[in-house]
């Protein structure tokens, strides 16, 4: 939850490389066209049908020839074997059905091919079947015409054979041969007519089969078949682009989870009481939320002295006043009575922090003085409206009698000490006994003296100041200090004898205002005059 931007990033980008990479691919389409196989007569010795062989039926589907035939159906101009990419056959055990399947960017073209290759296929092997029924009927027919031939020839030759055996026997030879010519002509007659019986037994055969196989394709039944054409896909192969974006979601929040918690585990931020406490020695003694972006420089930034009292503004007023509490607490049982507020580093809100602490102070009716002792940086002048440059606490401490804190009109009981006039040496005028003197002379007339030193890490102004009052307080930047600067801190303060009263942590996580809370705090709101 700490780190939701960063998972919700990780979302976005997920979901952006996912739209990339649909947007990017090319979309192929599949179409898909079945086609029945029935036995067959074709490589059978007789017109006995054979089972088909689905391997074998397979390849030929997939094979050049049926590409050619497959061309020419669809008046293809390329290359047959061109057809053949994106063609893939399929079956399944036990069935007698192929599958052709056809791939291509355009669905229309997918679903033609496939049905061509179909067609073709099915054309083929009913052409096969058709040509063994018709050479048995051909083939047939041929030997029937030879067989009848031979048949007139050797009843012809039975005729003459009567014709001989009459003229010999009414005109017997002179030399006494008759029977020796009688018994080769029986001979002669008997082969014959053992050879004309054979030729009508085969005569007949063949009729038989002839008829047989006029009968059978006059009746067969289509040996292949196209059970399911194919139409053109509506939709690509593949993820749809909506499951991919989901997927880009998915994937992109389970890095995003995965990341924060690697950040996690890699930060060194001290965000918690715990880590704080354990940095500097110290307690927490307040806490200031995370500010609007218009409440970050300017007078904006005093929201101690603002109106509004809507979210955030609010939550920060009551932050301040609890601080605020928390100080009163050490004053009246430790008579500190001026305090030091700084941080580790730049921009960790220690400026914000002193500026509506002592707003604060005068709300309840202290009279406080607040010194802007960061004269290298000083940006109290321009949250209260005061033209910078000029005398100062630069210039008191240089040496000047002359030195007048400037009360703001619109918050009573306060009063700003500029920084005056940027000098060359600001560590060592903070750090000089007129300096403290100038503490001790503002307590005679105030009840609170709150300074607003430049950062430890940075310079050596905080430290040197840090003798010349009761105590310190750290402002820690939850969203960017470091706890290895806090332990620094702590270890330049304890150098310099410094005592550390306790830290405030700015840019606090908070939750107002959430639904369903049992915890919500409603005392936000302003009350009617």
């Given at each position: 939850r700490m780190h939701r931007f960063l998972v919700v990033g990780a979302i976005l980008l997920g979901i952006l490389l996912a739209m990339l990479f649909a947007n990017s691919r090319v979309d192929t389409y599949q179409a898909e066209a079945k086609v029945v196989i029935n036995p067959t007569p074709v490589g059978s010795i007789n017109t006995n049908l054979v089972t088909p062989n689905l391997d074998r039926e397979r390849a030929v589907l997939e094979s050049s020839q049926t590409a050619a035939d497959a061309a020419v159906l669809l008046d293809f101009k390329d290359e047959p074997d061109a057809l053949l990419s994106g063609v893939r056959v399929v079956f399944t055990l036990n069935s007698d059905v192929l599958n052709v399947s056809v791939s291509n960017t355009d669905p229309q073209v997918a679903a033609d091919r496939a049905n061509a290759f179909a067609d073709a296929y099915v054309a083929k092997r009913e052409g096969e079947a058709i040509n063994f029924y018709q050479s048995i009927i051909d083939s047939a027919a041929v030997e029937i015409a030879a067989l009848e031939e031979g048949l007139a020839t050797l009843d012809a030759e039975a005729l003459q054979f009567e014709v001989d055996r009459s003229a010999l026997y009414g005109n017997p030879p002179a030399d006494g041969s008759l029977d020796d010519q009688l018994r080769a002509l029986n001979e002669l007659v008997s082969n014959n007519r053992t050879e004309a019986n054979t030729d009508r037994t085969r005569l007949n055969a063949l009729t038989t089969a002839s008829r047989d196989a006029s009968s059978a394709l006059?009746?067969?039944?289509?040996?292949?078949?196209?059970?399911?054409?194919?139409?053109?896909?509506?939709?690509?192969?593949?993820?749809?682009?909506?499951?991919?974006?989901?997927?880009?979601?998915?994937?992109?929040?389970?890095?995003?989870?995965?990341?924060?918690?690697?950040?996690?585990?890699?930060?060194?931020?001290?965000?918690?009481?715990?880590?704080?406490?354990?940095?500097?020695?110290?307690?927490?003694?307040?806490?200031?939320?995370?500010?609007?972006?218009?409440?970050?420089?300017?007078?904006?930034?005093?929201?101690?002295?603002?109106?509004?009292?809507?979210?955030?503004?609010?939550?920060?007023?009551?932050?301040?006043?609890?601080?605020?509490?928390?100080?009163?607490?050490?004053?009246?049982?430790?008579?500190?009575?001026?305090?030091?507020?700084?941080?580790?580093?730049?921009?960790?809100?220690?400026?914000?922090?002193?500026?509506?602490?002592?707003?604060?102070?005068?709300?309840?009716?202290?009279?406080?003085?607040?010194?802007?002792?960061?004269?290298?940086?000083?940006?109290?002048?321009?949250?209260?409206?005061?033209?910078?440059?000029?005398?100062?606490?630069?210039?008191?401490?240089?040496?000047?009698?002359?030195?007048?804190?400037?009360?703001?009109?619109?918050?009573?009981?306060?009063?700003?000490?500029?920084?005056?006039?940027?000098?060359?040496?600001?560590?060592?005028?903070?750090?000089?006994?007129?300096?403290?003197?100038?503490?001790?002379?503002?307590?005679?007339?105030?009840?609170?003296?709150?300074?607003?030193?430049?950062?430890?890490?940075?310079?050596?102004?905080?430290?040197?100041?840090?003798?010349?009052?009761?105590?310190?307080?750290?402002?820690?930047?939850?969203?960017?200090?470091?706890?290895?600067?806090?332990?620094?801190?702590?270890?330049?303060?304890?150098?310099?004898?410094?005592?550390?009263?306790?830290?405030?942590?700015?840019?606090?996580?908070?939750?107002?205002?959430?639904?369903?809370?049992?915890?919500?705090?409603?005392?936000?709101?302003?009350?009617?005059?």
């Amino acid at each position: 939850r700490m780190h939701r931007f960063l998972v919700v990033g990780a979302i976005l980008l997920g979901i952006l490389l996912a739209m990339l990479f649909a947007n990017s691919r090319v979309d192929t389409y599949q179409a898909e066209a079945k086609v029945v196989i029935n036995p067959t007569p074709v490589g059978s010795i007789n017109t006995n049908l054979v089972t088909p062989n689905l391997d074998r039926e397979r390849a030929v589907l997939e094979s050049s020839q049926t590409a050619a035939d497959a061309a020419v159906l669809l008046d293809f101009k390329d290359e047959p074997d061109a057809l053949l990419s994106g063609v893939r056959v399929v079956f399944t055990l036990n069935s007698d059905v192929l599958n052709v399947s056809v791939s291509n960017t355009d669905p229309q073209v997918a679903a033609d091919r496939a049905n061509a290759f179909a067609d073709a296929y099915v054309a083929k092997r009913e052409g096969e079947a058709i040509n063994f029924y018709q050479s048995i009927i051909d083939s047939a027919a041929v030997e029937i015409a030879a067989l009848e031939e031979g048949l007139a020839t050797l009843d012809a030759e039975a005729l003459q054979f009567e014709v001989d055996r009459s003229a010999l026997y009414g005109n017997p030879p002179a030399d006494g041969s008759l029977d020796d010519q009688l018994r080769a002509l029986n001979e002669l007659v008997s082969n014959n007519r053992t050879e004309a019986n054979t030729d009508r037994t085969r005569l007949n055969a063949l009729t038989t089969a002839s008829r047989d196989a006029s009968s059978a394709l006059a009746s067969r039944s289509a040996t292949a078949s196209v059970i399911r054409r194919a139409t053109a896909p509506g939709a690509p192969l593949g993820i749809s682009r909506s499951l991919l974006m989901l997927a880009g979601g998915i994937v992109g929040l389970a890095a995003g989870i995965v990341v924060a918690f690697v950040v996690e585990r890699l930060d060194t931020t001290a965000r918690d009481d715990e880590d704080i406490a354990l940095a500097l020695g110290t307690t927490v003694i307040g806490g200031i939320p995370m500010l609007g972006f218009g409440q970050r420089s300017g007078p904006a930034t005093l929201v101690m002295s603002s109106t509004n009292n809507a979210g955030r503004i609010a939550a920060a007023k009551e932050g301040f006043r609890r601080l605020r509490s928390a100080l009163q607490f050490i004053e009246r049982s430790e008579g500190v009575r001026s305090i030091i507020v700084t941080s580790a580093s730049p921009s960790e809100g220690k400026s914000l922090t002193s500026a509506n602490l002592a707003i604060a102070y005068a709300q309840a009716g202290s009279r406080v003085v607040l010194v802007s002792a960061d004269m290298r940086r000083p940006t109290q002048e321009t949250r209260f409206g005061i033209e910078p440059g000029g005398k100062g606490l630069s210039s008191y401490l240089g040496g000047d009698d002359e030195l007048k804190a400037i009360e703001i009109p619109s918050i009573p009981n306060l009063w700003i000490m500029p920084a005056g006039t940027p000098p060359a040496n600001p560590g060592e005028l903070l750090g000089s006994d007129r300096f403290g003197s100038l503490i001790k002379e503002m307590l005679i007339d105030v009840d609170f003296v709150i300074i607003d030193t430049p950062p430890v890490l940075s310079t050596a102004d905080a430290t040197a100041a840090a003798r010349h009052v009761d105590g310190v307080i750290v402002v820690v930047d939850t969203r960017k200090t470091e706890t290895h600067d806090l332990l620094q801190v702590r270890a330049d303060l304890e150098r310099n004898g410094s005592r550390l009263l306790g830290a405030v942590m700015n840019r606090k996580r908070i939750k107002i205002n959430r639904l369903f809370r049992k915890d919500r705090y409603t005392y936000y709101a302003p009350i009617s005059e």
